[in-house]
């Protein structure tokens, strides 16, 4: 991995590969030979605390250079990379260290000693002045593996675990290169592209942004965490740093695109824009079209068990009756399949199923946890005998008559009410159709022994009053059928999001069963 992120060091090592925004008119360059030595340096100094191959090394901190650097040193190591958040709650942060058990816990700042995990057997700070130890990981007997390959382990993502526990999604050095070859092949950015990332360094979307903007000898805009909640102040990172491309999940332009959308205007550099994770509602998508008039609009679907899987490029305008927009196809070495319940292909356009996805960029497993490795690698529908495993995505889809493929909801989220199969996405479309809605969310609230409860949760256009709930139920009856149209609707000002950016719809139902 660490190969491919630093090969433009080789080539251009004047360019810059990470561009920081240290505050107003404080913009600092890293150059990609900068980058290597500084990687070089942690790598020493990791090397010189026993830290070997397969061993786990946990860091808490934002997407840097320092991060960037650290993951590179890292994968020099044949260490395993587990990175967390700031911002993450310390129970999540205690499992993680329980389950990974990490020879080092290093962070950028010094979030206090009670955030320290005691089952990290050394822990340190880095930075631009290199590593500093404040324990050094206990001596261990020597380990097995000498060097590190291709298939060993190059990082572990902790995923937002919606049911119970979160996984480890392991992604080995092999997987992760393929996908980013995969997506160079895309031809999304070049050299003198600077893709501004905005994802918590703990969602691969981060490593996605690094691998995308390295990988073509472009430049790494880190956009600080803090700063994105408020429009002036994300539009002064992109407009100082020069940021040429901006990756994110939908809600990065929420609150911008209601309540400043000029600031929009003013950014004639980004000319493009890619996002990822859920749908991007379609009424927002239309304005963010044409306040960035210049900017080229890529939909990129994936699950974290392949970083990702498919890109496809918005029509420009988005049709007024665009229906849902298409996941495109899958990226270049890898292919995508649906399947029916029985697990038999599906060909016919337009008949929805599960997605599968087949190639090199499959992850390894969820750590320490071979059952739901089982169950989310699958033997091949096609040809079980050749042994070969592909990857159960969970979502449901379906392909038209050009091999597109379009994204239905997640399988497991296909809830049944009243005996019937209910799409949560089709409902929020209905909603937002509703004149002075501006967002929307449904959720299925499960109580003990009474039918689920569908409730919908809509966020009004700035300066409008909430709709009237009758009239938005009533509204979305004369479309949906009866099982469809939600029993209870909220209006909310603003829409919860979970530490990743998406839509909480966790929390959204929680309010629900408290009544609140
Ligand atoms: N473009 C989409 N439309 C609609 N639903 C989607 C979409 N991208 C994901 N999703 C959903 O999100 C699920 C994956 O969730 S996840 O494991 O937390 N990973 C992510 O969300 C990010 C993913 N690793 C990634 C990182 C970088 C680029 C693309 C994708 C998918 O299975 C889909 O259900």
């Given at each position: 991995m660490h190969e491919f992120l630093l090969a433009a060091a080789a080539l251009a090592p004047g360019n810059p590969a990470v561009v920081e925004y240290a505050g107003r008119g404080d913009v600092r360059t890293v150059t990609y030979r900068q980058l290597a030595e500084r990687a070089d340096e942690y790598?020493?100094?990791?090397?010189?605390?026993?830290?070997?191959?397969?061993?786990?090394?946990?860091?808490?901190?934002?997407?840097?250079?320092?991060?960037?650097?650290?993951?590179?040193?890292?994968?020099?190591?044949?260490?395993?990379?587990?990175?967390?958040?700031?911002?993450?709650?310390?129970?999540?942060?205690?499992?993680?260290?329980?389950?990974?058990?990490?020879?080092?816990?290093?962070?950028?700042?010094?979030?206090?000693?009670?955030?320290?995990?005691?089952?990290?057997?050394?822990?340190?700070?880095?930075?631009?002045?290199?590593?500093?130890?404040?324990?050094?990981?206990?001596?261990?007997?020597?380990?097995?593996?000498?060097?590190?390959?291709?298939?060993?382990?190059?990082?572990?993502?902790?995923?937002?675990?919606?049911?119970?526990?979160?996984?480890?999604?392991?992604?080995?050095?092999?997987?992760?290169?393929?996908?980013?070859?995969?997506?160079?092949?895309?031809?999304?950015?070049?050299?003198?592209?600077?893709?501004?990332?905005?994802?918590?360094?703990?969602?691969?979307?981060?490593?996605?942004?690094?691998?995308?903007?390295?990988?073509?000898?472009?430049?790494?805009?880190?956009?600080?965490?803090?700063?994105?909640?408020?429009?002036?102040?994300?539009?002064?990172?992109?407009?100082?740093?020069?940021?040429?491309?901006?990756?994110?999940?939908?809600?990065?332009?929420?609150?911008?695109?209601?309540?400043?959308?000029?600031?929009?205007?003013?950014?004639?550099?980004?000319?493009?824009?890619?996002?990822?994770?859920?749908?991007?509602?379609?009424?927002?998508l239309r304005r963010l079209q044409e306040l960035l008039p210049g900017a080229r609009m890529i939909n990129c679907y994936g699950s974290t068990e392949s970083m990702a899987a498919s890109f496809a490029e918005v029509p420009r305008p988005l049709p007024e009756d665009l229906e849902r927009l298409s996941i495109g196809t899958a990226h270049a070495g890898a292919e995508l399949m649906i399947v029916d319940g029985d697990g038999r292909p599906v060909d016919e356009p337009g008949v929805p199923g599960e997605l599968l996805l087949r190639g090199p960029t499959l992850f390894t497993g969820y750590w320490n946890d071979p059952r739901a490795t089982e169950a989310a690698l699958v033997p091949d529908p096609v040809n079980p005998r050749t042994g070969q495993r592909v990857l159960r995505t969970g979502d449901l889809a379906h392909r038209d008559e050009h091999g597109r493929f379009y994204f239905r909801g997640r399988a497991d989220s296909q809830v049944q009410i009243r005996g019937n199969r209910v799409e949560l996405g089709e409902i929020e479309h209905r909603l937002r159709d509703f004149p002075g809605v501006a967002g929307a969310a449904a959720v299925v609230v499960e109580e003990p022994d009474t039918d689920p409860l569908l409730a919908a949760f809509v966020l009004p256009e700035p300066g409008e009053r909430g709709p009237d709930s009758t009239e938005v139920i009533a509204f979305c009856r004369t479309v949906l059928p009866e099982y469809m149209v939600p029993q209870r609707l909220r209006v909310v000002s603003e829409l919860p999001i979970t530490e990743n950016g998406k839509v909480d719809r966790g929390e959204l139902a929680a309010r629900c069963r408290g009544g609140r």
């Open positions: 790598a020493g100094a990791l090397a010189e605390a026993g830290v070997g191959v397969g061993d786990c090394v946990l860091l808490e901190s934002d997407t840097s250079s320092s991060a960037i650097a650290m993951l590179a040193a890292c994968s020099s190591l044949g260490a395993v990379f587990v990175p967390v958040s700031p911002e993450t709650p310390a129970p999540r942060l205690r499992w993680i260290a329980r389950t990974t058990e990490p020879v080092l816990f290093l962070r950028t700042h010094d979030t206090g000693p009670e955030r320290i995990p005691p089952e990290a057997s050394g822990t340190g700070r880095f930075g631009p002045y290199g590593v500093e130890l404040d324990r050094a990981p206990a001596p261990r007997e020597d380990r097995g593996w000498r060097r590190g390959v291709e298939t060993d382990p190059a990082y572990v993502i902790f995923t937002s675990g919606t049911t119970g526990r979160p996984k480890g999604v392991v992604m080995s050095h092999r997987a992760v290169v393929s996908f980013y070859r995969g997506m160079a092949a895309c031809g999304i950015v070049g050299g003198s592209d600077r893709v501004a990332t905005t994802s918590p360094l703990q969602f691969d979307f981060s490593l996605l942004d690094i691998g995308l903007a390295l990988g073509s000898g472009a430049a790494v805009v880190p956009v600080p965490r803090t700063l994105l909640r408020w429009p002036r102040r994300f539009a002064a990172v992109l407009r100082e740093t020069g940021a040429t491309q901006v990756n994110g999940v939908p809600s990065i332009w929420r609150q911008t695109l209601r309540r400043e959308p000029e600031l929009l205007s003013g950014l004639d550099r980004v000319r493009g824009v890619l996002f990822c994770g859920e749908e991007f509602p379609s009424h927002e």
